[in-house]
């Protein structure tokens, strides 16, 4: 990722072009999904039934080039954080992400509908490098 796309997203209501910051990926080879995205400041407000609130929609959406993978078989996981700090004039500064997940760890697994217990064993889902040149 790199700075920010300007007027990526589109307003829900008008379709008006509307800045969501979205990254700026270096480069990408997923197809592009869309996120929703909120622009603008808003507080839940509470509903007929106390102690109970909502919050509005997102107001915008924008193609999602900074999602890689969604993990839909659990709700639970780590991500370990691996960064080199690059050596030398010429090196590059790095950061290497992967991410476990604990299937089985949800109350209902959403993946096969049986209901799930606490597991102390992680699979790795997904691994991805940051580099960023000096």
Known sequence: M???DTGAGREVATGAVVDT???RPVTTADAQRQAKVF????QPVATSTP???TRAAADA???AVWSAKRDTATGYGIAVFDVDPGH??????SIKVTHYHAVGADPVNPGTGVKGAPTPDYTEFE???LVRPR
Do not use: I, K, N, Y
């Open 88 to 93: 030398g004039s010429d090196g590059q500064p």
């Open 39 to 42: 622009t603008t400041a808003g």
């Open 21 to 23: 910051l979205r990254p």
């Open 51 to 53: 102690g109970v609130f």
């Open 61 to 63: 959406v924008e193609d």
């Open 127 to 129: 691994t991805f490098t």
């Open 2 to 4: 790199r700075g920010a």
